[in-house]
């Protein structure tokens, strides 16, 4: 990892330029910056100074400078010549997930890409929590922090937030950290994150996938409500096929979309331990990807628990709803740090 000076970040974007930022988030700011090997980088700029935020900037160079994956940013280099360190990161110039599924109409995603996007995310994602040097969970997955190459791979980003832990760990009690519509509401209530933690959240982007709601939406007109709690009570009900984005549809990707439909489902237990690994989620997604699983075939279930939960929930009529009503109260009455 290369230590660059303040001056070859500020010529390689202008000073920082406001008509150079790419984006940002409560960690900091992003910029597009040109090295002078012509090298076209993303550069973060935390916006305030306070010991968090270095904290959180200097475990996120711990952290990248320790993993090697292609769908996760690469972190080039870093200057410590300001009060927070300055991270220079692979350019990636597709933008997020999160803009095409919901910003970007004209053009959107293949529902053949949306599985992919999927499954790179979900190698990703099993590749930190148990093939890293060291266990690592991202407590921040979201659609926004996927981004997308210009062929459409997907790359793991922002691990400001993220927590290293011996993998003999298995769980340790944090302050909160997450994104409304996206946070365990598990670990919301017993602060004790655990690598499931990172699974209820991309259920939450299997989810999107599907039906292409925003995480948080208004039902209704007035009534605002998690895609989460919404998404579960629908399918337990039989009723996927009313949210359902119709462009899945039209493109043959129905029974496939029952399938992830069915793993989303599991991935947002309300108990940690009847969620499916994320190996256990590349599996089966990487079965939807060769065409071997489908709905009505004989699979080998997730997990034995999301087993139990799944036979359960049949035999209580309406329980999918009552089960929620937990995550509707935090979303409806709290705020959650970014």
Not at 91 to 117: A, C, M, V
Not at 189 to 203: A, I, M, Q, W
Request: charged share 25%.
């Amino acid at each position: 990892m290369k230590i660059f000076s303040l001056e070859e970040l500020e010529q390689a974007t202008n000073k920082f330029d406001r008509n150079r930022i790419l984006g940002g988030g409560g960690h900091g700011t992003v910029y597009k910056g040109i090295l002078y090997d012509q090298r076209v980088v993303a550069i973060k700029k935390s916006k305030i100074v306070v010991q968090r935020e270095i904290d959180q900037f200097i475990n996120e160079v711990v952290i990248l400078s320790q993993t090697r994956h292609r769908n996760v940013v690469k972190l080039f280099g870093c200057c410590l010549e300001t009060e927070v360190p300055l991270l220079v990161y692979e350019f990636i110039s597709n933008g997020t997930l999160s803009y095409h599924l919901h910003r970007q109409i004209e053009n959107p995603l293949s529902w053949k890409d949306r599985s992919r996007i999927a499954l790179e995310t979900a190698r990703a994602i099993a590749y930190l929590h148990s093939a890293a040097s060291i266990s690592v969970f991202h407590r921040d997955i979201k659609s926004e922090n996927i981004l997308l190459t210009d062929n459409l791979t997907a790359k793991v980003s922002d691990f400001g937030a993220s927590r290293s832990i011996s993998v003999d760990d298995t769980g340790i009690l944090t302050g909160i950290q997450g994104t409304h519509g996206y946070l365990d509401p598990e670990y919301y209530y017993t602060s004790r994150l655990t690598e499931k933690s990172d699974v209820y959240s991309f259920g939450v982007i299997l989810a999107e996938l599907i039906t292409r709601i925003k995480p948080v939406f208004s039902y209704h007109s007035s009534e605002v409500t998690s895609l989460a709690s919404h998404f579960v009570s629908m399918r337990r009900n039989n009723r996927l096929l009313d949210v359902l984005d119709p462009q899945i549809v039209e493109e043959g990707g129905a029974e496939d979309a029952e399938v992830i439909a069915k793993l989303a489902e599991a991935c947002l237990g309300l108990k940690g331990e009847e969620r499916p690994t994320m190996r256990q989620v590349e599996t089966k997604l990487e079965d939807v990807q060769g065409s071997k699983v489908h709905p009505n075939s004989q699979t080998t279930r997730i997990s034995q628990n999301a087993q139990k939960d799944e036979s359960a929930s049949r035999n209580k009529s309406g329980e999918g709803t009552r089960q929620y009503s937990l995550e509707k109260e935090f979303i409806q009455s709290s705020e959650i740090p970014r």
